[in-house]
């Protein structure tokens, strides 16, 4: 009975969650970094499907068989000391499985660390994404326009996020395209994705910024590259400039919708200078001069 | 007028000035009804002045149910918020605080205080000791937690709550975003109920590893007490982390110094690593004394030994050291790249390993045996299968690259409850049930016992599998609402149904103790469970001295040996025993504390220069005090003993 009503009502949930696997967001993936990361999920949770069915079957049997109902009254219970084989075997085994599971797991983090898969000779397009509370702040450098609360990106190229934060640490996550990463006050993060079919995307800060933090989300829409070209293009045509005074206003706590500029805020408030995750040519991160500069700023301020 | 501004409630609702009134009123009736049985002196002498580590144990308890309740009220408030889309019973501001003072009072006043309840109880008589070594300290230790959890708890009605997560991550933690004296009450008073744990983390250690019975080698203590000894050495070892942490944050706050702000220096990431270097450890700190427990109560109720004894202990050795080095999993998002979060990956999953190994001893000690399934075996067995589903989804998130979906979702939610509380809260239930015969000399009726594990089991199923849907469905943790299109509803309002099954559980289990306490029968024996360890080979209750005569341990499970070997446990004659006296001064010094803290929390600084003079006054006056115990005379003892039915031969 105990165990029974645990194990139905687990497998009754599994069921459910299994069946429902395909229409959940993190599990339906749009681009090469959400896929890798969707594929390691369902890997893992096969695995560890084994090990659950492997204790839920050994806890029956022994509770079913050993129980003191279902024994003679004089049985006294032997004194067991522990056997060695047993001991190799459940050590063994579960280090075969961490094992594998750390091997999936190196090889997956450093893929989804890197640009995508498939995209690696591709020039990726540098977008900053400054969070303040509570809203997003998106620059296009090379485009020189700024967008507020939505972001456009192309189609079948990779993209680089520039994270950083004015407040709060944030977490910039878009779960059909890529895992969540840290845009924070002092350090700027690249989280390289791209998505492979066009569509509307849910983004969201996902790490807890105070009073508007529900709210605190975005779109990103995907277009094929010509349609995304249109789109700068009127911008471009059509936006008003982005000042000082605008974006400071911009930067006030609360909440906004989109908005749209031209000109970016990355030439009047330029973004931390310590960078993490960026592949410089020379291959290092984050050189220790860039360190000792971003202390020396912060000493003058 | 002005002055007592700053003890306004930044944002009130007819709740909170509910709550006012209900809190006076029930202060009031305590006040009046101990005046009106006459019962100050009592409470004076045997409760507030107590060194008893037996007292002190059961001062714990009650605080820790106290703190259930409080935490509970938070928890089921939050639900009720989800259970359906766009909700507007509360605001995102009331919810924001409900959350951060669930997860602090759960974990540091409740969680730790029911761990400390059991430890405190248990550990000296599980080793045929007298008291703890330092038992003024211990005195000291709970009334540090005491006051620290009520310094907490007058937040809601006092200046207002805590509101940035009870992981209090800088930049959002800082005055620029929150202003109010919140934070202020989360750092004090975490504080000071820290300083009580770093010294019953010394405290114990020194009494296991000084005061067991002759002949009790390392290898013959209890499994309990063995993870009573392993949690102390990582409390001694994390809580200094989190006091200079906390201190240094108080510092940020209360005097404009920049070790975690934005700008001159700061590093906002540098909180996140202190806090985790010792939140890690700190779970493993709640969930070893839970092994422990399962440990003494599987094989009394299987009527076996514990299957492979010695690899219980390394396991846990291995998972303590292993502690320690998987923080960054908490932040595998923060950017650190590939490299460090594959090795923090791999040595997250190792922790497994062990895990794992205790499991497979459960069960094995189970195999050949006559299982009996009383409320404290039920809620021991109840916990292999939920506590597997929690560790394995563990696991999963120690995948740095699955994590980075997982990370700050409801997912993770569903994995932390998922082993706190089959872990923890089964297990102290279920120490509860056990032990309380020993406590109070009668037992818990265990047809209400039952009813409460049922409705407590079916209630996590239900309130947490369905987060690990929503979790992957896209929905972040931490927030006050969602719309309807997010599809979140559904699985949020399953959550409420087992959250409100939850609740019912645990007020079968408060009127479980009421319904006993009246109702039991109060003739039992000393060892009603047919138990295997020492702290049954006494009376029950137990008498001031524990033991009228030190046990002499030859073998693992000395008691089970005694009856079923004939091994002798108790030889000789009563000799006089030397006890510690009474002592009123931790309680003032920690009265001090209180003042201290609160003054701080508004910087008023001339009350806490005050405060300050009294802690430091008490505690010269235990530097030059004389004072050198009592002894209980052979007489008195073999008084004692006649009364408690026979001596214990
Ligand atoms: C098999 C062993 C375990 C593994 C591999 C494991 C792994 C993890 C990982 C990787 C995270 C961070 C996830 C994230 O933030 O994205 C996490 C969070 C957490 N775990 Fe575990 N865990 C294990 C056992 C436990 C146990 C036994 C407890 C408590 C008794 C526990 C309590 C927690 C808590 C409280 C958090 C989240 C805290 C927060 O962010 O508020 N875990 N665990
Ligand atoms: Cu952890």
């Known amino acids: 009975m105990t165990k029974k009503l645990i194990l139905f009502s687990s497998i009754f949930a599994f069921l459910i969650f299994l069946t429902g696997c395909q229409s959940l967001t993190v599990l339906d993936p749009k681009g090469p970094q959400a896929e890798t990361t969707a594929d390691v999920i369902m890997t893992s949770i096969w695995t560890m499907l084994i090990i659950v069915i492997v204790v839920f079957i050994l806890l029956i049997v022994m509770l079913v068989k050993y129980r003191a109902r279902n024994q003679a009254d004089d049985y006294e219970p032997p004194y067991i000391k522990g056997n060695k084989w047993v001991e190799i075997i459940c050590v063994g085994i579960p280090i075969i499985i961490v094992i594998f599971l750390s091997v999936i797991t190196v090889k997956s983090t450093y893929e989804v660390e890197g640009k995508p898969k498939g995209y690696e000779n591709d020039e990726p397009l540098v977008i900053y994404a400054a969070s303040s509370n509570w809203k997003w702040h998106f620059s296009y450098p090379e485009e020189n326009i700024e967008t507020v609360n939505y972001v456009f990106i192309p189609t079948d190229r990779p993209i680089e996020f520039k994270l950083y934060a004015y407040g709060p640490i944030a977490s910039f996550w878009v779960p059909q395209l890529a895992g969540q990463k840290y845009a924070m006050a002092n350090m700027v993060n690249t989280l390289n994705l791209a998505a492979t079919e066009p569509g509307e995307y849910m983004g969201r800060n996902a790490s807890f910024t105070g009073e508007g933090f529900a709210e605190q989300t975005f779109n990103v829409t995907a277009l094929p590259p010509a349609d995304y070209q249109t789109w700068i293009e009127e911008i471009q045509a059509t936006a008003e400039p982005l000042t000082e005074d605008k974006f400071n206003q911009l930067l006030e706590p609360g909440r906004l919708g989109q908005e749209t500029y031209t000109g970016t805020h990355l030439e009047f408030s330029p973004p931390p200078t310590t960078h993490h995750g960026a592949k410089e040519s020379d291959g290092t991160e984050n050189t220790e001069q860039e360190m000792n500069d971003s202390m020396e700023d912060s000493m003058e301020n | ?649």
């Not at chain 2, 006050?480 to 007020?507: D, K, P």
């Not at chain 2, 039992?524 to 080979?537: K, M």
């Open chain 2, 1 to 649: 007028m002005e002055f007592f501004d700053r003890f306004a409630v930044p944002n009130p609702t007819f709740t909170i000035y509910a709550s006012m009134v209900a809190i006076g009123l029930t202060m009031l009736a305590i006040l009046v009804g101990i005046t009106y049985f006459k019962k100050w002196g009592y409470l004076w002498r045997e409760w507030l002045t107590t060194v008893d580590h037996k007292r002190i144990g059961i001062m714990y308890l009650i605080s820790a149910l106290l703190m259930l309740f409080r935490g509970g009220v938070d928890a089921l408030m939050m639900r009720a918020q989800t259970a359906i889309p766009d909700n507007t019973f509360l605001n995102a501001q009331e919810y924001n605080e409900v959350f951060t003072t669930h997860g602090v009072v759960m974990i540091l006043f409740m969680a730790m205080a029911f761990v400390m309840a059991l430890m405190n109880f248990v550990t000296p008589l599980q080793i045929g000791a007298r008291d703890v070594a330092f038992p003024r300290l211990n005195a000291l230790s709970f009334w540090l937690y005491f006051m620290g959890a009520m310094l907490f708890n007058i937040s809601f009605v006092i200046g207002g709550s805590p509101d940035s997560g009870w992981t209090s991550y800088f930049p959002l933690a800082g005055n620029e975003f929150s202003p109010s004296v919140g934070t202020n009450y989360y750092m004090l008073s975490i504080q000071i109920a820290g300083l009580g744990t770093l010294i019953t983390g010394i405290n114990f250690i020194v009494t296991i590893l000084k005061m067991r019975a002759p002949g009790m080698t390392l290898m013959k203590m209890p499994m309990f007490t063995w993870s009573a000894l392993i949690t102390n050495l990582i409390i001694v070892f994390a809580f200094p982390v989190l006091t200079v942490a906390l201190a240094m944050g108080t510092m940020d706050r209360l005097f404009g110094t920049h070790f975690f702000s934005i700008d001159n220096g700061g590093m906002d990431m540098l909180w996140a690593n202190f806090f985790w270097v010792w939140g890690h450890p700190e779970v493993y700190i709640l969930i070893l004394p839970a092994f422990g427990i399962y440990s003494e109560i599987i094989p009394t109720f299987a009527r076996r030994n514990l299957y492979g004894y010695k690899s219980m202990v390394i396991s846990i050795v291995a998972i303590s050291a292993l502690s320690f080095l998987v923080w960054v999993h908490h932040f595998f998002t923060m950017g650190q790249g590939a490299l460090v979060n594959s090795i923090f990956s791999i040595s997250t999953m190792a922790i497994a390993v062990p895990t794992g190994v205790k499991i497979f001893n459960w069960l094995l000690t189970l195999w050949k045996g006559k299982i009996e399934f009383t409320t404290a075996m039920l809620y021991s067995v109840g916990f292999i299968p939920i506590f597997t589903i929690g560790g394995v989804t563990g696991v999963m998130l120690a995948m740095a690259s699955a994590d980075y979906q997982y990370h700050n979702t409801m997912f993770l939610v569903a994995h932390f409850h998922l082993v706190i509380i089959p872990g923890v809260v089964f297990a102290m239930i279920a120490g509860l049930f056990y032990w309380w015969p020993k406590m109070f000399g009668f037992m818990l009726n265990e047809k209400l016992g039952k009813a409460s594990f049922w409705a407590i089991a079916v209630g996590v199923c239900l309130a947490f599998f369905p987060m690990f849907i929503s979790g992957l469905d896209g929905q972040a943790r931490r927030m006050y609402t969602y719309s309807e299109s997010t599809g979140f509803g559904i699985w949020n309002m399953i959550s409420f149904i087992g959250a409100s099954m939850l609740a019912i559980g645990f007020i079968l289990i408060v009127y479980n103790i009421y319904y006993s306490t009246r109702y039991a029968s109060r003739d039992i024996s000393s060892d009603p469970w047919n138990a295997r360890s020492l702290e049954w080979a006494t009376h029950s209750p137990v008498p001031d001295y524990n033991f009228a005569i030190t046990p002499e341990v030859q073998s693992l499970e000395a008691f089970w040996d005694a009856k079923k070997k004939g091994h002798k446990l108790f030889k000789g004659n009563y000799k006089e025993i030397h006890m510690p006296n009474n002592s009123g001064v931790p309680f003032i010094m920690c009265c001090f504390f209180f003042l201290l803290g609160f003054a701080l929390v508004f910087s008023m600084w001339v009350v806490a220069i005050i405060a300050a003079i009294g802690i430091f006054s008490c505690m010269a006056h235990r530097s030059l005090e004389q004072d050198h115990g009592h002894h209980i005379s052979v007489e008195e003892i073999t008084k004692t003993e006649e009364k408690l039915g026979g001596a214990k031969k």
